[in-house]
Structures are given as C-alpha cells and as structure tokens.
C-alpha cells in the first residue's frame, strides 16, 4: 500500500539508474490476508479480513543527460471484511498522478523524488481526501555491488508528518544479496539464473500500510460519530518469504508470511482497533518497455 512510494526506490535490484534504459513502466500487485479476529480496548468485535489491489503506470522522460522526468499514475484498493461492530469502512482506497525525477549526479551518485498527489480515502472519495506524500532519497554507491542511501519520507495524513529513512544494499556473492532498506528488507539467494532468466528466492519482513481521510459520516453511519472525518491509519508488520521470477524486462513475484500484527488508529480521536496475526499471501508482476 502507502509504503510503495518508499519500496519503488529502495528495492530496485538495478544499482544505478543511468544503466536503465526503460521508457514505460506497468506494474500491479494483489494480495490477500486471512479472517482474523479485531478488538477494540481489549473487546472482540469479530473477524477482519483484508483483500487489496494495486495498479501503476509510469512514464520516463529524459530531460537532460543527467535529468529523468517520471509520469504516470496509480490506483489502490483496500477491502475489509469487517464485523458489524468495528468503526470501519468497507474500502479504503487511493487514486493519484505519480510525479518525479532522477538526477545522476556523477557515475556513483544519483537522487530521486516521488511524489503522489491524489484522494485517498474510504469508499466516499472527496476532496477532503486530497493529500500529497513525497518521498526524497540520495544514493552512492560506495563500490560495485555496494550502495548506502539515505531520504526522507513526507506525509501530511500521517501523525509524524516527516520521517527520515537509510539504509544499504550489498551484493555478497554472484548468489547471495542483502538488502537492509526499508519498508521490506530481505536477504536473498538467486537459485537460478542464465542468459535468458533468473530466480530469487528471499525471506525478510515488511511494513505495510497507509493512511487515508474518511467520509464525515463514516462514524454516524456505524454507530461511532466520533471518527467521522477523521484520518485513519492502517499499519501491519509482517514476516515473509517468496521467489521472484525475471525475463528480460518482465518480472513476477509471489509472496507469502504472517501478519503480526494489523493497527487501525483514527487521528485525532485515538480511537483504535487491533487484529491478531493472519496469514497473508501475494502476487506481483511488472514490465519495463
């Protein structure tokens, strides 16, 4: 979810953005969470589960020799299958134009900067949903197979409107890579590779979650008036693993892990809601052209 502006930048496997030659890029994810039970101030209100759906379509333009313009736009989906008693809406959903640019500084330096101004809200999308989150980040690459990074993520929805963020990724071996970059840092081994395709196999944890502006009538409607209109935000961290498949500019990836835990918390009231650990599985696939 909200936390792919951050994973677009820190978990590409390409070391450098100059050595990419792409104009378009489509990508979409799915993903299913299993019925788990959610409470409130340690009251069970029943089960939750969580289906959600993610599409994007980007456009690179090059400005300059050093400059890379990035248009596009993205979709999100989220859907709860809650119980009658949670305050929660039935979607929570993003549309957004995605804005950005690359700037290769010199051979072992380059930055980025993304930004998604859209709605993002729950099935009544207004303008008061309209948000715009940033994310900057600076990379060098401290010799081949070895870059650090470093950034900071902007959202005004989000209680610490500005976070900042680091990390490295590292090439060990020809078959072993680590990647310590958050949302979803991993270690992976490539099982398979030759001139035409290679598999990865990886296990790590990921943060997923977003925030969103609900209808000012949500709360009314279910019977818990004090989070109408309020920004919810959906938090969950997960331990998981999988395999990703690529084919020249094509790519796929299935995954599957435990959610740990799942937070719903609406902003200012504080209302929030837990839901115990859930299976989860996913799938995602990707082209450049």
Not at 78 to 104: D, I, K, M, N, Y
């Amino acid at each position: 979810m909200r936390y792919a502006i951050l994973a677009a930048f820190l978990c590409s496997a390409i070391p450098a953005p100059a050595q990419e030659v792409w104009k378009w890029q489509a990508a979409a994810r799915v993903e299913a969470s299993g019925l788990k039970s959610v409470s409130e101030s340690g009251r069970d209100l029943g089960g939750l589960g969580i289906w959600s759906m993610e599409q994007s379509l980007r456009r690179r333009v090059r400005a300059s020799d050093q400059v890379y313009v990035l248009l596009g736009a993205s979709f999100e989906n989220v859907a709860l299958s809650r119980p009658a008693t949670a305050p929660l809406p039935a979607r929570l959903q993003g549309v957004a134009a995605r804005l950005g640019a690359e700037w290769l500084i010199d051979g072992k330096s380059w930055m980025f900067i993304d930004a998604a101004p859209g709605l993002y809200g729950d099935e009544r999308l207004s303008g008061r949903a309209a948000n715009i989150p940033v994310a900057a980040q600076y990379n060098r690459l401290l010799r081949p197979g070895l870059r650090v990074l470093g950034g900071i993520s902007v959202d005004p929805f989000r209680k610490a409107k500005v976070l900042p963020f680091g990390g490295a990724a590292w090439r060990l071996t020809p078959r072993w890579n680590l990647r310590l970059l958050l949302p979803e840092p991993r270690v992976e081994y490539r099982a398979l590779w030759d001139k035409h395709q290679t598999v990865d196999t990886f296990i790590g944890f990921s943060l997923a979650g977003g925030q969103y502006r609900v209808a000012e009538d949500l709360g009314t409607r279910r019977g818990r008036s004090e989070v109408n209109g309020q920004t919810l935000s959906y938090s969950a961290t997960r331990i998981l693993g999988g395999a990703r498949w690529m084919r020249g500019d094509f790519e796929a990836e299935l995954t599957a892990g435990w959610a740990l835990a799942r937070t719903f918390r609406y902003e200012p009231s504080g209302v929030e809601l837990k839901s115990n650990g859930a299976p989860f599985g996913g799938l995602s696939l990707s082209a450049r052209l």
